[in-house]
């Protein structure tokens, strides 16, 4: 696709509830990041996917989250039990390289809302 | 811990005036430094990098290592430069992670 592309756009659930979080990358690139944006606060690395390398997942915040991503395509970040804190928007980001930041494009994220 | 502080979320200016959008780091080691910019209803975009020391869209920043700063700034605002500002860090040239600041909105106003 032309740009980098989350699903759904807008999420509401309730407490308790799993969640899944979709991104599809621009084609070809093999860099995708996941970061999450609570209101008021900056964007806070969640995971990183780098082609077939083991991805760094020093930011999750806890089990209750995980993504997967099936070889350079689209990737799925998964919510358990989501509590009220979870609450964000949740963007996703992929480059062509590691350390391609000019390339580095962001979607336009996906708003999740716990009630 | 590595951290980026913005410490001002709105910064309000009329057209024609300097703008200088203030960026603090706290990092041991030899950091990469970015501005990312969100214009209203946009994604989230690259803006400038301190290894490029580059003029885009008239904004410049210097990064001073000995006050750990990466100010942004441009001499004469536009209404167009209306937008959320983001500083973010890069730890080093082997990791890809961006640590970001919570954001400063720009307003010019005519």
């Known amino acids: 696709g032309a740009g980098v592309s989350q699903s759904p756009s807008n999420k509401v659930t309730e407490k308790g509830k799993d969640v899944e979080l979709r991104c599809d990358p621009i084609s070809g690139h093999t860099a995708l990041y996941w970061y999450r944006q609570r209101l008021g606060q900056g964007l806070e690395f969640l995971i990183y996917?780098?082609?077939?390398?083991?991805?760094?997942k020093s930011g999750l915040p806890s089990d209750r989250f995980s993504a997967e991503r099936t070889g350079e395509s689209v990737s799925t970040l998964t919510i358990q039990r989501t509590q009220q804190e979870d609450s964000a928007v949740y963007l996703c980001a992929s480059s062509l390289n590691a350390r391609d930041f000019y390339g580095y494009t962001f979607g336009s994220g996906t708003r999740l809302t716990v009630v | 811990a590595q951290r980026v502080t913005q410490p001002e979320k709105l910064l309000s200016v009329f057209k024609g005036a300097p703008v200088e959008l203030k960026c603090n780091y706290s990092y041991s080691g030899s950091p990469e430094l970015f501005w990312y910019v969100q214009y209203s209803r946009q994604r989230l975009q690259l803006l400038l990098r301190h290894i490029s020391r580059e003029s885009i869209k008239g904004f410049t920043a210097d990064l001073n290592k000995g006050e750990t700063s990466f100010h942004l700034k441009k001499p004469f605002a536009q209404e167009e430069d209306s937008a959320m500002y983001y500083c973010?860090?890069?730890?080093?040239?082997?990791?890809?992670?961006?640590?970001f600041g919570t954001g400063t909105r720009l307003q010019v106003f005519p």
């Open positions: 973010a860090l890069s730890l080093s040239y082997n990791t890809d992670k961006l640590i």
């Open positions: 996917f780098q082609g077939n390398s083991a991805p760094d």
